[in-house]
């Protein structure tokens, strides 16, 4: 069955280092979204991309980048790590930009 | 500016009642919405969606949810609660005269408890 995941699933890391966090989906969908769940935020969206070699900026961008070299994966890379980044990260794709999206098992990070 | 309030942060039900998780909108254009629910330690699961015509929309596992323009609502019900139901349910919003945007805003999610 088509699936999406997310990899790692938990990861620790200090403040200042580089961290990517892995986005694999498997329904071939062009549409491929990152958002980070905070307590009291709900779901905010980070980057996007409607295609290989498209990216775009979320609400909350600054200090993230990601690059879609293909259509399965999004990786998102913490450029250096903050501690306002320790969050859970859900990556989502979707087959059409009018539709409902797929979300994958999540990232635990925690910055220290 | 989109948005969506969810008021409650929590709601409690008895198991076998019906339940409500209330949810409103803004946005500029037509609002494509959509449910989601989220079990603990898991991802969104997707419940259902309207994006036109009825205004009565039905989606996995029993439950529904009703459109009311006037009101800008698009709240989640279930004739009869489980146990089961237990978990955090987000409503979220696209705006439907956005070209080519399939962005989406989620409210900040509400917990149901369904007690036995």
Known sequence: DAEITQSPRHKITETGRQVTLACHQTWNHNN????????GH?????????????TNKGEVSDGYSVSRSN???????????????????????????EGEQYFGPGTRLTVT | AQSVAQPED????????????????????????FWYVQYPNRGLQFLLKYITGDNLVKGSYGFEAEFNKSQTSF?????SALVSDSALYFCAVRDGS????????FGQGTTLQVKP
């Not at chain 1, 491929?32 to 307590?39: A, E, G, H, T």
């Not at chain 2, 956005?98 to 805003?105: P, R, V």
């Open chain 2, 10 to 33: 929590q709601v409690n039900v008895a198991e076998g009642n019906p339940l409500t998780v209330k949810c409103t909108y803004s946005v500029s254009g037509n609002p494509y919405l």
């Open chain 1, 42 to 54: 709900g779901l905010r969206l980070i980057h996007y991309s409607y295609g290989v070699q498209d």
């Open chain 2, 98 to 105: 956005a070209s080519n945007t399939g962005k989406l805003i």
């Open chain 2, 75 to 79: 709240h989640l019900k279930k004739p």
């Open chain 1, 71 to 97: 259509t399965e994966d999004l990786p998102l890379t913490l450029e250096s790590a903050a501690s306002s980044q320790t969050s859970v990260y859900f990556c989502a794709s979707s087959e059409s930009r």
């Open chain 1, 32 to 39: 491929m979204f990152w958002y980070r769940q905070d307590l």
